[in-house]
């Protein structure tokens, strides 16, 4: 009776223009079969959280922290912008702030953190961001820890970028997700503050070149029109 509830309710939010981010269930975004896994169209493959924390190893032992920080970032950046191009895509939203809310619950349905919205501001008429979110259990946290051991400074990279290109794609004016505090340097939780640039101000400077993707959005609006001729 509870699933009848909840896909009804689901039913009349989409066809009212009505969704929220609560509203999303894990078992209705992913598509399973034999060989193939996927996001309304686009595939998806698992990943296992030690194989990563070994490949993150290999390329922090390879090509050093910062390179490392960057690539890490830019791949979690294209990851939110298409993440948010499907959500986009494939759903009506009550609201520019539920569709930045769906950022947050695909981290938690997709195994990668609980995060919790600690504070949400937009001022969609004059590109204005500012968000708090909190990061319980990070996976990526623990790869660091797991092959790398505790960090002196934030390690989310990944999900840093993720939020970032979410809410950039969203609000489709640049926004940049800073971690003040992180697991992998021994905090209970993680915490990443974004805003858009101009509200950051010189604040932003020392993190502008981790996120270097100018071509991530084209990239991601290219791959969007060929799943909606599909």
């Not at 939010?13 to 269930?25: S, V």
């Not at 520019?96 to 937009?122: D, F, M, N």
């Not at 020392?206 to 799943?227: C, G, H, W």
């Amino acid at each position: 009776m509870l699933v009848f509830h909840i896909e009804r309710d689901l039913f009349q939010n989409e066809r009212k223009g009505l969704m929220r981010a609560q509203d999303l269930r894990l078992n209705e975004l992913v598509d399973f079969s034999e060989g193939w896994l996927g996001l309304h169209g686009r595939r998806l493959v698992l990943h296992d959280i030690h194989a990563f924390a070994q490949f993150r190893k290999d390329v922090l032992d390879m090509v050093g922290l910062d390179a490392t920080r960057r690539m890490f970032t830019r791949f979690g950046y294209f990851w939110g912008q298409a993440d948010a191009a499907a959500m986009q895509r494939i759903f009506q939203w009550d609201s520019l702030e539920e569709l930045i809310k769906t950022g947050p619950r695909l981290h938690t349905l997709q195994g990668v953190a609980k995060t919790l919205i600690k504070s949400l501001s937009i001022d969609q008429a004059h590109k204005r961001f500012a968000m708090e979110v909190i990061w319980h259990d990070s996976g990526e946290a623990e790869e660091h820890i797991i092959e790398i051991g505790r960090s002196k400074a934030p390690a989310c990279w990944m999900l840093t970028g993720y939020a970032s290109g979410f809410a950039t794609f969203c609000l489709q004016t640049q926004v940049l997700f800073v971690e003040r505090t992180c697991m992998a340097s021994g905090h209970k939780a993680c915490l990443a503050v974004g805003k858009d640039l101009e509200s950051w101000g010189a604040e932003i400077k020392p993190y502008l070149d981790f996120f270097q993707a100018d071509k991530i959005s084209n990239k991601v609006l290219f791959l969007t029109r060929e799943l909606k001729k599909k």
